[in-house]
């Protein structure tokens, strides 16, 4: 141990057991450098130096009145009390010496940008971590910037955050001390976390990496989705790799009088859906994994960053298991903005941009947070831009959560206003998992959540997973997960991206462009998913949505309830010329992909089903050993009458639960007011499920379901299971948490 009076300490004078002087991170620091891991050169300004402060500034006593009388429950009391000490730590005077060594030791760094993070004494324990409680600040740059970020680290520690997680874990406020380590920076050209254990199944003969472009802290923040890759520890196999594209990375900005920023930057095309490390730095990083858990005889969870071809490692930590990790990180404690429908899982910050219709969409940029009264199929250009989505209205179901969780973003929706209550340009966090909104930049590390669907995805269950999907462009993307096929390809997204109606396509004698459009969109999934079934669900668009492309006006009227109008059978068996526009587009996909299957939506009656399939039958598109048609069941018609609907002739149902539900209990689907009584378990619904499932299994059809809800109630999935459902079709976002579910229904089942 060495002399708690000192007030800077080397990386090499530092070793794991000096935790009570360097805090946890500064220790492992330490610990790293002494056994020759590759760790960027530093020092740490000692919580000696803290408590020495402390004493000189007569804060002790000002902070012990002001924590005495806290009730850390009470939210706005916790803010202010917070808020106050913070204050008091940030005027007082540095002293003199403290200050002096600090600039001393920082120009003995070569005076370089520096990374300044916060050290707990108590920080990354076995039964404690206080990872993310304080400040870290990246890029600083001169004598007097160091001082002052080191005293902006103190006073982090009187974070509301941390105040309530002390609480919370008994621990004495003033026998948590914090140093702060001051590290070279590393200008990350790709960066990430490793752990070397599977931290879902605490499966030792596996380890996990995660990768990035850019800076770290692109992950850290949950702006970015990481490409994950899993080795067999004992060889160092690659036993799968995961990828995600990644449109923009963080970097460093060029040094500008004497400041330094980090900036998102777009990335190429072509980069955005690379493999963000060779095979080759896969197992050289794997080596490092190895070797760190050897020194420190437990599993790891480490941060490295690579630049000019070698591998640094940032910081390394024991791993909790999964239930102390979620127990550990409270929910955010900050003030709540505005709250609504959590409606797609993350936590992601960014500037507001404000779209009133859908020619301002071009506004949104790479990074926004997209606010709308609602959003059509006219806003998914913008959306594929923006960061996270608000909406005024709408619930899980709507077309912002939809699409939302398909793209991977937060979502919050029934946001009541929103558009007049945010302001154009107003920096906010979205925490889509608990539909909060708040004022400013908030971060908390969502690596845990993210590694544990994507390797929830490798579980095995005999219910098939399938995925809902709309745009082309993730196509790839998807059919590299562990997913059984597409149960949904909706073609309304692609009818919106061609933009115009098709019988004003007709009219111009442009069928053929309108059938090469469509052609090119299914072309992709079905592809990409080779030879995994890709179930294309035709055209099931209302007339205010067809009336909004280019010539719609002209075809179609004004309905008072659209919803329940001139949609899906009942417009193709009159309609019939834009339904063969559809059915040609399909047959020229199967031509060279036979893995193509075709769905029909919205069918009211036996006859319109018998009508729909006639005209197919004409047009030579007709059921064999691999074209299986499937209906859509998602009108109470479909369940009363469901031994008719099957004997007409098809091989599967798809259970539409959102519009199913919608109907039978007459709650529409969007209204946030009635989103509480929308539930796919309500007892009639229920009915509904099981009789549409037993009668499909005893007359040899196969059963599926496209909705949220088998993700979201665990309780309903096992009904779904037990009563002999063959494949749920899921948003990506939930392809993970799904397996899990069905998985131990399947177990319990079998029990």
């Known amino acids: 141990m060495h002399n708690t009076q000192k007030i800077i300490l080397w990386f090499d004078e ?13 220790a492992n620091l330490g610990e790293m450098t002494a056994a020759h891991i590759p760790v960027p050169p530093g020092f740490i300004v000692t919580v000696n130096a803290y408590y020495q ?13 002001l924590l005495k009388s806290l009730n850390p429950d009470d939210s706005k009391q916790l803010q202010q009390v917070a808020s106050k ?15 002096t060594e600090i600039k001393e030791a920082y120009r003995k760094l070569a005076g370089d940008l520096v990374a300044v993070r916060s050290s707990a004494t108590a920080e990354d324990l076995p039964k404690a971590s206080f990872a993310g409680q304080q400040s870290s600040f990246l890029n600083v740059w001169g004598e007097d910037s160091v001082v002052a970020a080191v005293q902006t680290c103190w006073a982090s520690l009187f974070e509301s955050r941390a105040i309530y997680y002390r609480s919370q874990q008994g621990f004495d406020h003033f026998k948590v001390g914090i140093a702060v380590p001051v590290q070279k920076m590393v200008a990350s050209e790709t960066s990430g976390v490793m752990f070397t254990i599977e931290p879902v199944t605490n499966d030792n003969s596996k380890m996990i990496i995660e990768a990035i472009y850019g800076l770290g802290e692109g992950l850290v923040s949950g702006e970015v989705n990481p490409d994950l890759y899993i080795i067999n520890k004992m060889d160092l196999s690659i036993c799968s790799k995961s990828l995600n594209r990644q449109q923009q990375q963080l970097e460093r900005n060029p040094l500008i009088d004497h400041k330094k920023t980090n900036t998102w930057q777009t990335l190429p095309s072509k980069t955005q859906t690379q493999q963000k490390l060779t095979d080759k730095d896969i197992l050289r990083l794997a080596m490092l994994g190895k070797q760190l858990e050897g020194h420190y005889r437990s599993p790891q969870d ?8 070698k591998f640094y490692i940032v910081q390394t930590r024991p791993v909790t298991t999964l239930k102390e990790a979620i127990e550990v990180e409270p929910e955010i404690n900050a003030p709540v903005l505005l709250t609504g429908n959590a409606a797609s899982p993350g936590l992601a910050s960014g500037p507001v941009k404000m779209i009133y219709k859908t020619s301002q969409i071009d506004r949104v940029r790479d990074g926004d947070i997209l606010v709308a009264e609602m959003t059509t199929p006219d806003f998914v250009p913008a959306m594929k831009r923006a960061i996270a989505i608000v909406t005024n209205r709408g619930g899980r179901t709507a077309h912002a959560a939809i699409v939302s969780r398909e793209l991977g973003i937060p979502c919050v929706v029934g946001v009541e206003g929103a558009t007049t209550t945010l302001i154009d340009g107003q920096i906010i966090t979205v925490d889509g998992s608990h539909g909060k909104i708040y004022n400013g930049r908030i971060s908390r590390n969502i690596t845990t959540t993210f590694v544990t669907n994507i390797l929830k995805e490798s579980i095995k269950t005999k219910t098939k997973v399938y995925v809902n999907l709309a745009q082309p462009d993730l196509a790839d993307l998807i059919a590299a997960r562990n997913v059984d096929g597409v149960g949904l390809l909706r073609a309304e997204f692609m009818i919106a ?14 069928g053929e462009e309108f059938i090469n459009k469509l052609y090119q969109g ?36 004004i309905e008072e309830n659209p919803m329940l109008g001139y949609r899906g059978t009942s417009r193709y068996i009159v309609d019939i010329d834009a339904f063969r526009l559809e059915i040609e587009a399909i047959k020229r996909v199967r031509r060279d992909f036979p893995n193509l299957w075709m769905m029909i939506p919205f069918v009211r009656t036996v006859n319109e089903l018998e009508q729909t399939i006639k005209i197919m039958e004409q047009e030579e598109l007709k059921r064999s050993h691999d074209f299986k048609l499937w209906m859509m069941v998602e009108i109470p018609s479909n369940i009363f009458l469901i031994e008719k609907f099957l004997k007409v002739g098809i091989d599967g149902i798809s259970i539409g639960s959102n519009d199913l539900t919608q109907l039978i209990l007459g709650i529409d689907r969007d209204s946030a007011k009635l989103s509480n009584t929308f539930d796919e378990r309500n007892e009639a619904v229920l009915i509904a499920l099981e009789r549409a499932i037993k009668i499909s299994k005893s007359m040899n059809v196969t059963s599926s379901i496209c909705g949220q809800a088998p993700s979201v109630y665990p309780e309903l999935t096992e009904k779904l299971v037990s009563w002999g459902i063959t494949s749920v079709s899921v948003s990506p976002d939930m392809i993970g948490t799904t397996r899990e579910i069905i998985a131990m229904a399947e177990t319990k089942l079998k029990l």
């Open 85 to 99: 000490i913070k204050k008091l730590i940030l005027v007082a005077s540095m002293p003199a010496k403290i200050a």
């Open 302 to 309: 480490i941060e490295w960053a690579k630049e000019n071809n």
């Open 522 to 557: 299914i072309y992709s999934f079905a592809k990409a998913f080779s030879p995994r079934p890709v179930v294309f669900r035709t055209t099931d668009l209302k007339t205010n949505e067809y009336r909004k492309l280019t010539g719609g006006q002209e075809f179609e009227e």
């Open 14 to 26: 530092v070793t794991k057991e000096d935790v009570s002087i360097v805090g946890g991170k500064g």
């Open 497 to 510: 991206q061609i933009g115009q109606h098709p019988n004003y396509m007709l009219k111009e004698n442009r």
């Open 53 to 65: 402060f402390l004493h000189e500034s007569d804060s002790s006593d000002k902070i012990l009145a």
